[in-house]
């Protein structure tokens, strides 16, 4: 069982910057690789990013890239989600999730994940 917890979030103006925090407690989290992903009222969740255990590879939705950097800190069992220039359409819950799974297909699918962290709320006004 992994526990994750997030933080962080809050209201920011469009441009602004956040960066979203996850804490892992329970099995060991240096063997999952560890995902964000995001949920707007009326929509479903949706895939923002991945970070592989080493922290060798990110993977990032087209929607992000280039303004959203996952990173992990596998001392202190966390990952983390900056997010710069921060559009209203970023406005959504985040949440972290821990995965067992390998393949890129499974890894952007929330159904690749095995624990879920209960989510932060991000909002952004124009």
């Known amino acids: 069982q992994v526990h994750l917890v997030e933080s962080g979030g809050g209201l920011v103006q469009a441009g602004g910057s956040l960066r979203l925090s996850c804490a892992a407690s329970g099995r060991t989290f240096s063997a999952y690789v560890m995902g964000w992903f995001r949920q707007a009222p009326g929509k479903e969740r949706e895939f923002v990013a991945y970070?592989?255990?080493?922290?060798?590879?990110?993977y990032y939705t087209d929607s992000v890239k280039g303004r959203f950097t996952i990173s992990r800190d596998n001392a202190k069992d966390s990952v983390y989600l900056q997010m710069n220039s921060l559009k209203p359409e970023d406005a959504a819950v985040y949440y972290c999730a821990a995965s067992a799974k390998y393949l890129t297909a499974q890894l952007t699918n929330r159904l690749g994940y095995d624990y879920w962290g209960r989510g932060t709320q991000v909002t952004v006004s124009s």
């Open positions: 970070i592989r255990a080493s922290g060798g590879v990110r």
